[in-house]
């Protein structure tokens, strides 16, 4: 499956990879090649290094399309946390101002029953 940003390989060029990694298995073979070694044997050691490759290549890929996957949870659980945060943040806020609210009426009624009482008290008093 492509993304947007990738381009899709075309078939001629995955063939093409192929061929790289059987000259490179040739080159190999050929660096280590020992005397009396039948041809046979040495296309046996290329195709064996040649599966080797393709092996390696092929368990890359798996391991960067796993760390890919992992990096876009990652990237999802960092989101809907900061989603989150948000939300608390704005509920606190709320929940502050809420609070506030209904905090000054009863410190308004406790003001004016303090007055209230001064005021009674200097007539009774005076």
């Known amino acids: ?20 990694l059987r000259a490179e298995a040739l080159k190999i073979v050929n660096t280590i090649k020992t005397e ?27 391991k960067t399309r796993d ?4 990096t876009k949870k990652v990237k999802q659980l960092a989101n ?8 608390d943040t ?4 709320a929940d502050t101002a809420a609070t506030n609210t209904t905090a000054l009426p009863w410190i308004l009624l406790g003001i004016s029953w303090v ?4 005021v009674q008290g200097i007539q009774f008093w005076g």
């Open 67 to 70: 760390l890919d996957k992992r």
């Open 115 to 118: 007055l209230f009482l001064a």
């Open 36 to 62: 009396g070694q039948t041809p046979v044997e040495t296309k046996a050691i290329a195709n064996g290094i040649q599966r080797g490759m393709e092996m390696f290549l092929r368990q890359q890929s798996e």
């Open 90 to 93: 704005n509920a606190d806020e």
């Open 1 to 20: 499956m492509t993304t947007p940003n990738q381009k899709a390989v075309p078939k001629a060029k995955q063939k093409k990879d192929a061929r790289d």
């Open 80 to 87: 809907q946390l900061a989603q989150q945060q948000d939300s």
